[in-house]
């Protein structure tokens, strides 16, 4: 009853709301994953996308001007992974900030004397369970399939596997038809694989960012970035993984 009647307002709120269709398509027109959406599914893509902006909020910082632009660009992106899932997989959170480059948020951690001590590292993108969702403008204008990079989708991948007990471990909620054992073994090779490859051919030679080794939750955003961004490559250096997030998402880029 109240998913209906969300629905129904959202839908009233949607239709005053007009965006017209080549204001979208020129938000996203020089993204290339877009451009396998096509018909029906770029309709609701765009649908989504919409509905996605009514149920968030979106904060600049650092004297940010956003733009409507950006914002039908981030929500695109957004909604791309949830296409085939619905919306409803991102309840929970609301806020979106964002900043014009790289970030630098205080982070303490203790040690194992106790001594806490205050990490500033820059970053492009980070989240929490139900905390907002932190990104760098400048690196989703960076998205690519050259390097299988997209901090959108990566963020919103962390998003999705928060929603799993002890998330995010790399294992989000699976469809009941998935095999959960499947789903270890062919991540856990694939993990393997990109140790030896970052040992014996440098970092610089691996199929997707190193970056993800620094946990299961991380391996797990970065490859949903490749699966996007470079399905090709991801089916070619780990086709198991690919067919497991082809499984979860319930979407197939290779034959979109």
């Known amino acids: ?10 839908n009233r709120r949607l239709h005053r709301l007009a965006v017209p269709v080549e204001v979208w398509e020129a938000a ?39 733009t409507d ?10 909604v791309v992974p ?14 979106l900030i964002l900043y014009t480059g790289a970030f630098i948020p205080a982070h303490d951690r203790e040690d194992e004397y106790g001594i806490v001590h205050t990490e500033r590292e820059p970053l ?8 907002p969702v932190i990104l760098s403008w400048d690196d989703i204008t960076n998205a690519s399939a050259w390097d299988a990079y997209n901090v959108v989708i990566h963020e919103m991948a962390h998003k999705l596997d928060m929603r799993s007990d002890g998330g995010p471990n790399g294992a989000p909620p699976l469809h009941p038809d998935m095999d959960p054992a499947a789903w270890t073994q062919a991540f856990t090779a694939a993990w393997e694989d990109l140790e030896h490859r970052a040992d014996t051919d440098g970092d610089d030679e691996v199929p997707i960012d190193p970056y993800a080794l620094q946990d299961a ?3 797990f955003a970065v490859t949903s970035e490749c699966f ?5 490559r991801l089916a070619e250096y780990w086709p ?14 290779l034959r979109q």
Do not use: C, N
């Open 217 to 219: 939750g991380e391996f």
């Open 82 to 95: 949830v296409l085939e899932l619905g919306p409803e997989w991102y309840d929970g959170w609301v806020t």
């Open 240 to 253: 198991a993984v690919y067919r497991q997030l082809s499984a979860f998402y319930r979407q197939d880029p």
């Open 69 to 78: 632009a950006m914002q039908l660009r981030i929500a695109t992106m957004a």
């Open 28 to 66: 996203i027109a020089d993204w290339p994953v877009a451009a396998r959406y096509r018909g029906e599914a770029r309709t609701r893509l765009r649908d989504m996308a919409l509905r996605f902006l009514l149920r968030k909020e979106f904060t600049a910082a650092d004297g940010l001007e956003v």
């Open 124 to 131: 492009t993108g980070e989240t929490s369970e139900h905390g």
């Open 1 to 10: 009853m109240f998913e209906r009647l969300r629905r129904w307002r959202e």
């Open 228 to 232: 996007f961004e470079a399905p090709e």
